[in-house]
């Protein structure tokens, strides 16, 4: 049962808890006495180095709903509108903002009070105009190009002149989707990892149009929010998944041609080259359909790139319906989250 079931929380309203500075400064500070993880010792200045003193997260699922929770757990923002489509995806994003934060605070590493705060400082809503005049919004709805077309061309439509627009997406093209926007010198990448709330990086995406000043901003907030920037250019897979990605199709490459098992090709990736899980376990907790929307994608736009190929035993477990940890059976066998032995 979480906090707010049973009646922890009490969230506040960013009326009464933020309405001015001082006030803000005042929870701030107080929730400051007791907080033990270092992530939340250091008194924040409002709008950060990155001056965003509003921001708007789009769309509140796996990535979206960590990306909001940690903009308002950084203090920096006097508000973060967190915007669904429909009210029951909002309140399962809500839910899930809540419960992380409940566990901060049964684990001792956040007070009640600051979590009272972050959750007061977010405004959830499902109406798009509380968007138009954020400073800076952070869109993670689906992976699909036609409706990040639809919502960029509504947002550059709404939004005041100033705002910045940054795109979570893992696979697609930034520089396209700047251009729906109507304002392709402020549109930026920010590729976070799941779970947001723990992973550090932060892929911050230029394109040749992003004004550098824009970038700058952006890159600045990443560090705002608590999290470590890298900086890369509008590529496939920015820099983790070009790697990544390619290496997990050569490992699958390798049981197709029959050069060596499941079994051993991890063992030999994982003592040989210290990586803490071999690619087929990796691609099975990722998620075979995952791994084959991406790879099909960038052969289809990029024919001409050698890294870039489908391998068959992945076509071949994606029809099965064998997606890896999510139904129980991909290259390994599955309990939950528990990896055995390799599939037959
Ligand atoms: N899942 C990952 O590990 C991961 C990692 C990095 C980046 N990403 C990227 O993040 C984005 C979101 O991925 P996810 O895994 O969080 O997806 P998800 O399906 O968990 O969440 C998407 C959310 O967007 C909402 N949505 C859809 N259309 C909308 C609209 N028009 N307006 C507002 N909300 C809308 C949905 O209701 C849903 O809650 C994608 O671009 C994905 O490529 C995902």
């Not at 689906?142 to 005041?160: A, P, R, S, V």
């Not at 549109?187 to 824009?214: A, C, R, W, Y």
């Not at 190929?309 to 992945?314: D, E, R, T, V």
Request: net charge negative.
């Amino acid at each position: 049962m979480n906090a707010i079931a049973r009646g922890r929380f009490l969230p506040t309203t960013l009326s009464s808890s933020s309405s001015s500075k001082n006030a803000w400064r005042h929870h701030a500070g107080k929730a400051l006495a007791a907080v033990v993880d270092k992530r939340f010792l250091s008194l924040p200045t409002p709008g950060g180095t990155s001056g965003f003193q509003t921001v708007g997260c789009v769309g509140l699922g796996l990535m979206g709903h960590g990306i909001c929770q940690v903009a308002a757990t950084s203090g920096v923002h006097s508000k973060v509108v967190a915007y669904e489509k429909e009210q029951r995806f909002l309140d399962t994003g809500r839910d899930r903002i809540v419960k992380s934060l409940d566990k901060l605070v049964e684990k001792g590493k956040m007070t009640m009070e600051f979590a009272n705060d972050t959750l007061g400082r977010i405004e959830f809503t499902t109406d798009l105009d509380a968007l138009k005049d954020t400073d800076f919004i952070v869109e993670a709805i689906i992976e699909n190009m036609d409706l990040k077309e639809d919502l960029y061309t509504k947002l550059g439509e709404l939004c005041k002149p100033e705002t910045i627009f940054a795109s979570n997406t893992s696979s697609l093209s930034i520089g396209e989707m700047a251009a729906f926007s109507g304002r392709p010198d402020k549109f930026v990448g920010v590729h976070f990892f799941n779970p947001v709330q723990l992973m550090k990086l932060v892929e911050v995406i230029k394109t040749d149009q992003t004004d550098s000043m824009v970038f700058d901003k952006c890159y600045k907030w990443v560090e705002d929010i608590g999290k470590i920037p890298v900086s890369c250019g509008d590529t496939p897979g920015f820099i983790v998944n070009r790697l990544l990605v390619p290496s997990l199709m050569q490992a699958m490459a390798m049981v197709d041609r029959n050069d060596a098992s499941v079994k051993d090709v991890d063992i030999a990736m994982k003592l040989g080259a210290g990586h803490p899980m071999g690619p087929l376990h990796l691609a099975d907790y990722i998620g075979l359909d995952t791994c084959l929307f991406i790879v099909q994608g960038w052969v289809e736009k990029y024919p001409e790139e050698p890294s870039f190929f489908i391998p068959q035993c992945l076509v071949a477990k994606v029809e099965a319906g064998d997606l890896g940890r999510k139904t129980g059976k991909g290259f390994y066998e599955w309990d939950g989250d528990k990896c055995g032995a390799p599939a037959s």
